[in-house]
């Protein structure tokens, strides 16, 4: 006879460990990262099932429609299956995707040089473009290369971020920023090609875009900055829940 996952089986020592409160300005994210979290380090195995949502949302300090939305973009990621029944839930696919091989594997410290480096760049990028009087032409490209990334498909959304980002720069006033800002991008962006685009990750980044370029035609350097902070932080948690 067949056993019966254990749905309690993340509340081992180790699964209280991860699955513990989120950021709320990241909620997705962090979310997606704990349970990416729980299944690659193991505290979970391939056929083994998540608590239940309710659980999950007490625990992560979130609202059961994020979990939700998580779990739906796991699964749609191939690291979850749903099923229905007396013995349904959410159980952990069987295989788990494949990782990149030995020789293609990032370490965190990479991760971590990266994501560092595009904080202190864009951070200070956004608060800097706020603090400037923009020309009619930097306004107009800013509200322009915000509209095509919000308008991106799938396919083109990296390049058309990217975009943005480097209009950002631009918009700073240091002409030496822009290819120190395109390289780390063309380092996040080979990063980011490893892990899957989750759609509610893309509505979540249109959000903080949309911020980010507000803060920045209102002049309001610190909100610009805080906006920035907090996006970055969001590529944070997704890159470390997948590579790590």
């Known amino acids: 006879m067949t056993a019966v996952p254990d749905p309690t089986v993340a509340g ?27 299944i690659r380090l193991g505290v979970l195995a391939p056929g083994e099932s998540l608590p239940p949502e309710r659980e999950l949302a007490a625990r992560l300090g979130v609202s059961r429609d994020t979990v939700r939305e998580a779990i739906k973009s796991l699964a749609e990621a191939g690291y979850l299956v749903s099923r229905r029944g007396r013995y349904g839930g959410t159980f952990l696919a069987q295989p788990l995707p494949a990782h990149p091989g ?12 990266a994501l560092r480096l595009r904080e202190i760049l864009e951070v200070g990028g956004a608060r800097m473009a706020a603090a400037r009087t923009l020309t009619a032409v930097e306004r107009e490209t800013l509200w322009s290369r915000l509209s095509d990334v919000r308008d991106a498909a799938g396919e083109d959304y990296r390049r058309l971020d990217s975009r943005l980002h480097l209009a950002i720069a631009e918009a700073a006033g240091a002409p030496s920023l822009v290819p120190l800002v395109a390289e780390n991008r063309m380092r996040l962006n080979a990063l980011l090609d490893r892990i899957p685009l989750l759609r509610q990750n893309l509505t979540h980044s249109d959000e903080q875009h949309q911020a980010i370029v507000i803060a920045i035609l209102a002049g309001d350097a610190d909100a610009a900055a805080e906006a920035m902070r907090a996006h970055v932080a969001g590529s944070s948690a997704l890159l470390h829940g997948f590579l790590d």
């Open 102 to 113: 030995p020789g293609e594997r990032v370490t965190r410290e990479e991760i971590d040089d």
């Open 12 to 38: 081992c020592e180790a699964g209280d460990a991860l699955l513990r409160p989120v950021r709320l300005g990241n909620a997705f994210e962090d979310t997606v990262g704990r349970l990416l979290q729980t």
